[in-house]
Nanobody
């Protein structure tokens, strides 16, 4: 079982920056594939970024060059640095953790979400 707690959301003007954090419980953090998702009002939840246990990263096209996902295994924490924020980045941001065996998802866990609001 993994518990995830996000923090760092808030209200920021367009062009500003925020850093989200997601703290995970348990001693197996380094083996988890971590990701950030977001859900805007009246829209489906969408994937934002992933970082593998080996540190490889991937991003959805709309955030490339603006967002950076990173992890600190010593602190059991994953981060999402968000720069040059736009009003369309407004959403609830969720942290996700997955245990994988090869390409098979053995288990998946979600945090409670943190609100990011970007004003124009």
């Amino acid at each position: 079982q993994v518990q995830l707690v996000e923090s760092g959301g808030g209200l920021v003007q367009a062009g500003g920056s925020l850093r989200l954090s997601c703290a995970a419980s348990g001693s197996t953090f380094s083996s988890l594939r971590m990701a950030w998702y977001r859900q805007a009002p009246e829209k489906q939840r969408e994937w934002v970024a992933t970082i593998t246990s080996g540190g490889s990263t991937n991003y959805t096209d709309s955030v490339i060059g603006r967002f950076t996902i990173s992890r600190d295994n010593a602190k059991n924490t994953v981060y999402l640095q968000m720069n040059s924020l736009k009003p369309e980045d407004t959403a609830v941001y969720y942290c996700n953790a997955k245990f994988l065996r090869g390409s098979i998802v053995l288990s998946s866990y979600w945090g409670q979400g943190t609100q990011v609001t970007v004003s124009s």
